[in-house]
């Protein structure tokens, strides 16, 4: 079982920046795939934004360009540098990962872009 905590989330205006965090209760080297979903007020949860333990990453087609997940190994931790938000990115963001092919997650952060 892996315990995952996120940090990074606050309010920002349109154009701007934030990095979200997600601190890993074990070596991220073991886990398959870490990333961020993320969900909206009345819409389904989408992914954002993965990365494998190979170190592959994979992105959503709306935040290709602007948004870029990495990792730090000694530390355990999964970021996700948000760049150029727009308002449709307002949504609460979750940290996930696959684990010995069980899903888990993060208790989520709210990242809110105003106009």
């Known amino acids: 079982q892996v315990h995952l905590v996120e940090s990074g989330g606050g309010l920002v205006q349109a154009g701007g920046s934030l990095r979200l965090s997600c601190a890993a209760s074990?070596?991220?080297?073991?886990?398959?795939?870490m990333g961020w979903y993320r969900q909206a007020p009345g819409k389904q949860r989408e992914l954002v934004a993965t990365?494998?333990?190979?170190?592959?990453?994979n992105y959503a087609d709306s935040v290709k360009g602007r948004f870029a997940i990495s990792r730090d190994i000694p530390k355990n931790t999964v970021y996700l540098q948000m760049n150029a938000l727009k308002p449709e990115d307002t949504a609460d963001y979750y940290c996930?990962?696959?684990?010995?092919?069980?899903?888990?997650w993060g208790q989520g952060t709210q990242v809110t872009v105003s106009s």
């Open positions: 990365i494998t333990a190979g170190g592959v990453t």
């Open positions: 996930y990962c696959n684990f010995q092919y069980s899903s888990c």
């Open positions: 074990r070596s991220i080297f073991s886990i398959n795939t």
